[in-house]
């Protein structure tokens, strides 16, 4: 009976009332704000996924960007890519301003540091490095009192982990640790164009709260940027698919129609 009453206690799910939301994080990408209803749920971590040239950087860059504008802390993990060469090959945003990096609103981090730091230098972690890792990531977002998290790419951690269980580990204590800080978490996940899965390892998707498939869709001679929300956790959203299209204004979105055809609408 005491078993019983614990498990009853733990499993206890959160009511919500009848048309009562969630709280939002309004990205700034107005088009994929438009999508979401308002923007991603709070403490939610979402898997930007996609292949080569997609855009999924520049788009993560700038829902950071936004945040930071807006008052909140917010952090870059880069793990593959120094963030000073990140910088360098931005897009030159008009509405960035370096100031939020010397505030430290924007904050950029990279991996090999922490990789160092914790001296997690083997080529494969084990279950405890997993903890480990996860623990310091955790640290530094409730330290820095982080609101808004980018890790790209989640791929790359992936490699170190090799197996199935160990990245279920990794991003089911992630996800629970940063969601208990209040913080919403971008993962950028790395696939191939004939990929018919939405991450390398099939792991990862399943765990996310939501994913955000970005592609390359050849017309007419031409490579256009596509955006499609496939599944977000915590609100109604479009399924359609969209050109995604950057510019120095920021990332733009159009829905295409079918037959290929792009919409003269905004997103």
Known sequence: MRIIAVLTMVTKPIVRRAGEERNRCVTGVEGLDNILNGGIPRGNTVLFTGSCGTGKTSISLEYLVHGAIDGENCLFISVTEASVKLLENIIPYEFFD????KKGKLVFVDMPVIYNKLGLVTVEFTLEDVDT???????IVKELDIKRLVIDSITSVCYRLKTEEKIR??????????????????????????AERYSLYGVEEAIA???????NLERRGDLLRTLQVVKMRGTQHSRAKYVLDLT???VLLVPLLKGGS?????G
Do not use: Q, R
């Open 248 to 250: 120095p204004c920021g």
């Open 133 to 139: 890792l996860v623990k310091a990531i955790g640290s």
């Open 169 to 194: 580990e990794f991003i089911l204590k992630l996800g629970k640790t940063l969601s208990e800080l209040g913080c919403t978490t971008i993962l950028v996940s790395e696939i191939s164009p004939t």
């Open 262 to 266: 792009v919409s003269s609408g905004g």
């Open 209 to 215: 709260d939501g994913i955000v498939l970005m592609g």
């Open 98 to 101: 370096d100031s939020l990096i």
